[in-house]
T-cell receptor, first 114, second 116 residues
Framework: AQTVTQSQPEMSVQEAETVTLSCTYD???????LFWYKQPPSRQMILVIR??????QNATENRFSVNFQKAAKSFSLKISDSQLGDAAMYFC???????????FGSGTQLTVLP | GAGVSQSPSNKVTEKGKDVELRCDPI?????LYWYRQSLGQGLEFLIY????????KSGLPSDRFSAERTGGSVSTLTIQRTQQEDSAVYLC??????????????FGPGTRLLVL
């Protein structure tokens, strides 16, 4: 079974600064997908970015980018030029190529300080 | 609709009562998922529907939990004889083509269940 670990329950960043959220996972599979979801107080889970395991190039979406280290099974999220609207709970998730469901980490609560 | 919708938004019930939670996926999405999020925790997979195939029920925590999906669209998650440990946010998600594992799952706003 796959597991996803987020070792930072809480993080804070100054507005306009950069912050990195860490995520590690454990799997015996070679092909899979990784995701970062954002959950604001509204509870709505919003996809931030996704990464295909077979791609070496790190995914980027505007101010959001990942550092995917497949051998180390690490998948960190970097948020550049942090904005107040980035404040939320961030979840790292793994999806197997075999099963449909996502396996989530326990989340990192990000606070953005003005 | 434009996104996944869930009802009710909040539900308070007494221990031992049955509850039904509803999910309306994005039109045309053939895959539907239910997850549970306990306070301060990540999401825990419950059940997965893929088209007309038998659902993957491997995540259901007990036989008090069941779900159905009628007509390949709306889904209802039923919890019988609710217990206080069932208190959580229940999230539903849908995706377009389940066979493609890279397909993004789109989430609804969830139903917050409180069992007194």
């Amino acid at each position: 079974a796959q597991t996803v670990t987020q070792s930072q329950p809480e993080m804070s960043v100054q507005e306009a600064e950069t912050v990195t959220l860490s995520c590690t996972y454990d799997t015996s599979e070679s092909d899979y997908y990784l995701f970062w979801y954002k959950q604001p107080p509204s509870r709505q889970m919003i996809l931030v970015i996704r990464q295909e395991a077979y791609k070496q190039q790190n995914a980027t979406e505007n101010r959001f980018s990942v550092n995917f280290q497949k051998a180390a099974k690490s998948f960190s999220l970097k948020i550049s030029d942090s904005q107040l609207g980035d404040a939320a709970m961030y979840f790292c998730a793994y999806r197997s190529s075999v099963s449909g469901q996502l396996t989530f980490g326990s989340g990192t609560q990000l606070t953005v300080l003005p | 609709g434009a996104g996944v919708s869930q009802s009710p938004s909040n539900k308070v019930t007494e221990k031992g009562k049955d509850v039904e939670l509803r999910c309306d996926p994005i039109s045309g999405h053939t895959a539907l998922y239910w997850y549970r999020q306990s306070l301060g925790q990540g999401l825990e997979f419950l059940i997965y529907f893929q088209g007309n195939s038998a659902p993957d029920k491997s995540g259901l925590p007990s036989d008090r939990f069941s779900a159905e999906r009628t007509g390949g669209s709306v889904s209802t998650l039923t919890i019988q004889r609710t217990q206080q440990e069932d208190s959580a946010v229940y999230l539903c998600a849908s995706s377009l083509v389940p066979a493609l594992y890279q397909e993004t799952q789109y989430f609804g706003p969830g139903t917050r269940l409180l069992v007194l």
